[in-house]
């Protein structure tokens, strides 16, 4: 019953308006911009290009964001609004007051992740989207990086101060960095397991030569190796948080003399 | 119940506590000190937030640092005016109660009892986020209490009550005390500390400065004697046999009350054995007597002040 509480607590915290108003927008800016993008060409549109490219953006950016703003609110949240000390002095374990909320958080971040997907499938291909593969590899994907990314950020969240700064530097600093590095450092990025995970046509000839630069560095990755990749980070970094969690101190340092 | 064995802390190069060894006992126990003395950080160190840097802290035989054991039977107020805001009254006491492992049977009927016990019944179903600081402060000892722990910290608990709100918490926390609780209440409101209890445990600059009957500390204050002050219709005349008494130190009169006598001793249990007999071997008749300095607020000020 207590982690019930707590798992809903996290929901509760994804649910406030201003937050969730944003994050809707995040999620649906891909489908947004697909809808732009067919009124602009008119004639010759292409909803697999215009997914593929546009979903690569959702999963790539707006996801990565989603995942961090969710997964580090769920210790960041306490700590900011100094709650925290009500939960630590409870008898509950502290893994499982993290645990109840990381799945919360996950729940909030594979919601807003299908309503972006599906908003962007429906206004690429209409009516028909389930039936399209591309769209079928994202929904596929979509939960394994939700674990992935959540369980990583929540890990961040619990060891260092300002979590969320340091969670941007990964995304964007050094998942395309392990692209633009030869050999295998790439295993380390939860997006490329992600891309090998769900491909998508890419608009030819149009392609930046950032991307064009990587496909020759990095080799592609199997897709068995992506999913151990994820199921590795999703678990090390969720036990991590745990054992974080657990022994780490998070009184607010305003009140320490 | 709780014990403290040469118990420091240190955040960097600040000292929060410094080498701290004492025990409180069942019953009401102030933790007095001014701001920055080290009183937020005892009360984390017990409350399991903050482990020692060195030396021990037991609360009921076991060290408190995320100890799921000690936590079911230890309530703590915290200073701190956060909540979870969209939440209400009830909503929160009641989340606590299920995280403090309350069973579910009596769950809802004991988050009643408390919010009852605490003066909130009415407005328990209103968010938290509009009520007042007397409300809030309320609230917040009812989360403390719905599990009735065996140890109860309480950070600065009349912070924000009105006057009639005080002295409902005052009372409630004597009869805790009195119930065989162990009480521990952080305040800087030293009247209403002294109304509470007569046991404190007194930090400042980190260090633990005193520690016990608040009488008892008093009197072994030497550098301050105390100082005894009468209302007579004669002060002149018995200050002349107050005089003759070898403990009374020095007299006072004041020009602006002629009824007004003060004397200083060392020894005023002693005094007052005699006093009595010098009142009625003279026949004076003294309308009041009054020992200004003996109570917390001096105490407190001769030992911060030195």
């Known amino acids: 019953m207590a982690d019930l509480l707590l798992f809903r607590l996290s929901l509760r915290d994804i649910a406030q308006p201003r937050r969730l108003v944003f994050c809707l927008m995040l999620g649906l800016l891909p489908a947004l911009l697909s809808l732009l993008w067919r009124l602009g060409i008119k004639r010759g549109f292409s909803p697999d290009l215009s997914y593929g490219?546009?979903?690569?953006?959702?999963?790539?950016?707006?996801?990565?964001?989603?995942?961090?703003?969710?997964?580090?609110?769920?210790?960041?949240?306490?700590?900011?609004?100094?709650t925290i000390g009500y939960l630590l002095t409870r008898p509950l374990p502290r893994y499982r007051i993290i645990l109840a909320k990381w799945l919360g958080a996950v729940l909030g971040i594979l919601i807003l992740g299908l309503i972006g997907i599906l908003a962007l499938?429906?206004?690429?291909?209409?009516?028909?989207?389930?039936?399209?593969?591309?769209?079928?590899?994202?929904?596929?994907?979509?939960?394994?990086?939700?674990?992935?990314?959540?369980?990583?950020?929540?890990?961040v969240a619990c060891a260092l101060p300002r979590p969320l700064i340091w969670t941007m530097f990964y995304a964007f600093?050094?998942?395309?960095?392990?692209?633009?590095?030869?050999?295998?450092?790439?295993?380390?990025?939860?997006?490329?397991?992600?891309?090998?995970?769900?491909?998508?046509?890419q608009a030819e000839g149009q392609a930046n030569p950032l991307a064009m630069l990587s496909k020759v560095l990095a080799p592609p990755m199997p897709i068995w190796a992506a999913w151990t990749a994820l199921a590795v980070v999703a678990l090390a970094g969720l036990a991590g948080a745990m054992l974080f969690f657990s022994l780490k101190e998070y009184a607010p340092r305003e009140d320490a003399e | 119940?709780?014990?403290?064995?040469?118990?420091?802390?240190?955040?960097?190069?600040?000292?929060?506590?410094?080498?701290?060894?004492?025990?409180?006992?069942?019953?009401?126990?102030?933790?007095?000190?001014?701001?920055?003395?080290?009183?937020?950080?005892?009360?984390?160190?017990?409350?399991?937030?903050?482990?020692?840097?060195?030396?021990?802290?037991?609360?009921?035989?076991?060290?408190?640092?995320?100890?799921?054991?000690?936590?079911?039977?230890l309530g703590y107020c915290p200073e701190i005016d956060h909540f979870y805001e969209d939440m209400t009254g009830r909503e929160f006491v009641r989340f606590l109660a299920v995280l403090g492992e309350l069973p579910k049977e009596t769950l809802d009927k004991r988050v009643d009892e408390v919010i009852e016990y605490v003066g909130m019944t009415v407005n328990a179903?209103?968010?938290?986020?509009?009520?007042?600081?007397?409300?809030?402060?309320?609230?917040?000892?009812?989360?403390?209490?719905?599990?009735?722990?065996?140890?109860?910290?309480?950070?600065?608990?009349?912070?924000?009550?009105?006057?009639?709100?005080?002295?409902e918490v005052t009372e409630l926390m004597r009869r805790l005390g009195e119930g065989g609780k162990c009480v521990l209440v952080s305040s800087h409101i030293l009247h209403e500390v002294e109304q509470m209890t007569r046991s404190i445990v007194l930090v400042h600059h980190g260090r633990l400065l005193a520690q016990g009957d608040i009488y008892e500390i008093r009197g072994l204050i030497d550098k301050h004697p105390h100082r005894i002050a009468f209302r007579t219709s004669d002060p002149a005349a018995?200050?002349?046999?107050?005089?003759?008494?070898?403990?009374?130190?020095?007299?006072?009169?004041?020009?602006?009350?002629?009824?007004?006598?003060?004397?200083?001793?060392?020894?005023?249990?002693?005094?007052?054995g005699q006093l009595a007999d010098v009142v009625l071997e003279h026949g004076f008749v003294v309308e009041s007597i009054e020992s200004p300095d003996n109570n917390l607020e001096a105490v407190f000020r001769y030992l911060t002040e030195g």
């Open chain 1, 121 to 155: 499938g429906a206004s690429c291909f209409g009516a028909g989207l389930f039936g399209q593969g591309a769209v079928q590899r994202d929904l596929a994907a979509l939960p394994a990086g939700a674990l992935a990314y959540s369980s990583l950020f929540l890990l």
């Open chain 1, 53 to 82: 490219t546009l979903s690569s953006s959702l999963l790539m950016f707006a996801f990565v964001l989603l995942s961090a703003i969710f997964a580090t609110s769920v210790v960041s949240q306490e700590i900011e609004g100094r």
């Open chain 2, 238 to 272: 018995l200050a002349r046999e107050l005089l003759r008494l070898p403990r009374v130190l020095s007299l006072r009169f004041d020009d602006r009350d002629p009824e007004f006598l003060e004397i200083q001793t060392r020894e005023a249990e002693a005094f007052y």
């Open chain 1, 173 to 201: 600093g050094w998942e395309p960095l392990t692209q633009l590095i030869p050999g295998f450092l790439h295993y380390f990025s939860i997006g490329s397991c992600l891309r090998a995970l769900s491909t998508h046509q």
């Open chain 2, 125 to 167: 179903g209103r968010k938290i986020a509009g009520y007042s600081k007397g409300m809030r402060q309320r609230i917040k000892l009812a989360q403390a209490l719905v599990h009735d722990p065996e140890v109860l910290l309480l950070d600065e608990p009349l912070n924000g009550l009105d006057p009639v709100g005080r002295r």
């Open chain 2, 1 to 73: 119940m709780i014990e403290l064995q040469r118990a420091s802390r240190w955040y960097g190069q600040v000292i929060g506590l410094n080498d701290v060894s004492c025990t409180v006992p069942r019953g009401v126990t102030a933790l007095l000190g001014p701001n920055g003395a080290g009183k937020s950080t005892f009360m984390k160190l017990v409350s399991g937030q903050l482990r020692p840097t060195t030396g021990f802290v037991r609360v009921l035989g076991d060290e408190p640092f995320a100890n799921s054991k000690v936590f079911r039977k």
